[in-house]
């Protein structure tokens, strides 16, 4: 969940500053949703996925009253 709103967030900021900067210059804005808005999110999620489940299968070797101990 957070890295999909990292993602989001990242997202909106790039998009965000390319308008700005093209309205600055007076440039066209173009902006290709398949390859620049879709996949940030994604891989934030997927990111965030891979760093929960790490930690999460070493502490599911650990037996309960040994994590307890430590």
Request: proline content about 9%; charged content about 5%; hydrophobic content about 55%.
């Amino acid at each position: 969940m957070l890295g999909t709103l990292g993602g989001l967030a990242g997202t909106a900021i790039g998009v965000g500053v390319v308008a700005v900067v093209a309205l600055v210059r007076e440039w066209t804005t173009v902006i290709n949703p398949c390859t620049v808005v879709l996949p940030p999110p994604a891989v934030g999620s997927l990111t965030g996925l891979l760093a929960g489940l790490y930690p999460a299968l070493g502490a599911a070797k650990v037996q309960p009253l040994e994590a307890l101990r430590t």
